[in-house]
């Protein structure tokens, strides 16, 4: 999201879970003031050769069905947001691969919590899992959103996610919304956490230098922090997020496998009823 161009690219299946992304998605690029970029991906080139309109029906065919569902993704947004720049591309393919694709250069991929792969998209994690791990910019997965005067929520690390803190400062600041930094300190189920004042200290040294950066980056935007410990750190995070706008959380590595992406990001994505923001920088 720190790139200065690119457009918001919203993932349109025509399902309900799509439709609700491609509305988030476009007032999202309205309130930063870019362009919106909807991409239907049809899957029939993979199933069969017989893409064309059916002997005397007018409108038939599957290459004209998907381009269909491409243009009612465009009416949606323009529909949201009248007036919104918004272009449309059809791919034929596979929903991941594609869209990963074209993430590049762009300021976010918004996809919807079910969808994009019909019968070959099987659960969440499906595409939006696999996304997570190879797309190019950040990605929002867009569930019900149940606060949607909350804060947005940045889970950070050790290593203070510096791409998740900025990620949130910009949402927060856009959205005029309060910022909550939570760090969570893992303590195994059935220990209790023993350690020296040192690593405490670490600990809050994470949240200062958050908060120092938070400042830095969005100074408008208030802050707080929350320093959590569990024995499950995606289900602390989870709690922490319950009246959260968004959470935005980190990913490790490439790939699609769920150690690639992080275990926590894996869990995040399952398990969070609102709208979630994955951190992405190339891919």
């Known amino acids: 999201m720190a790139q200065d161009a690119g457009s918001i690219v919203a993932g349109f299946d025509g399902s309900e879970e799509a439709a ?3 509305r988030w998605a476009a007032r999202h690029a309205h ?64 929903p991941a691969q594609l869209l990963a694709e074209i993430s590049a250069g762009e300021r976010m991929l918004v996809v919807g919590s079910r969808g994009l792969g019909g019968f070959l998209g099987l659960l969440v994690g499906s595409v939006s899992l696999e996304l997570a791990a190879t797309a190019a910019c950040p990605v929002a997965v867009i569930r019900e959103e149940h606060h ?12 203070g996610s510096p791409a998740a803190l900025d990620d949130a400062c910009a949402l927060a600041a856009v959205w005029h919304a309060p910022l909550k930094v939570v760090h969570v300190r893992h303590q195994p189920a059935g220990y209790r956490l023993l350690e020296g004042q040192d690593a405490a200290a670490g600990a809050q040294a994470v949240l200062a230098s958050a908060l120092n950066r938070a400042a830095a980056v969005a100074p408008a935007v208030r802050v707080e922090t929350e320093l959590l410990t569990d024995s499950s750190v ?4 989870l709690k922490a997020a319950e009246s959260a706008r ?30 979630v923001l994955v951190s992405r920088r190339g891919g």
Request: proline share 7%; glycine share 12%.
């Open 31 to 94: 309130a930063i003031g870019c362009a919106m970029h909807v991409v239907h991906c049809s899957l029939w080139p993979l199933l069969t050769r017989h893409l064309g309109p059916v002997p005397g029906v007018s409108g038939s065919g599957l290459e004209q069905s998907a381009r269909s569902i491409l243009e009612d993704g465009v009416a949606v947004a323009t529909a949201e947001v009248p007036g919104l720049q918004v272009r449309s591309t059809l791919l034929h393919g596979l």
């Open 20 to 22: 609700a992304a491609v």
């Open 148 to 159: 949607p005067a909350g804060p947005v929520v940045a889970a950070v690390d050790d290593s």
């Open 234 to 237: 995606p289900n602390a995070l």
């Open 246 to 275: 968004m959470i935005v959380v980190g990913t490790q590595g490439r790939g699609v496998l769920r150690a690639t992406i992080g275990s926590t990001a894996h869990a995040v994505l399952h398990h969070a009823r609102g709208p």
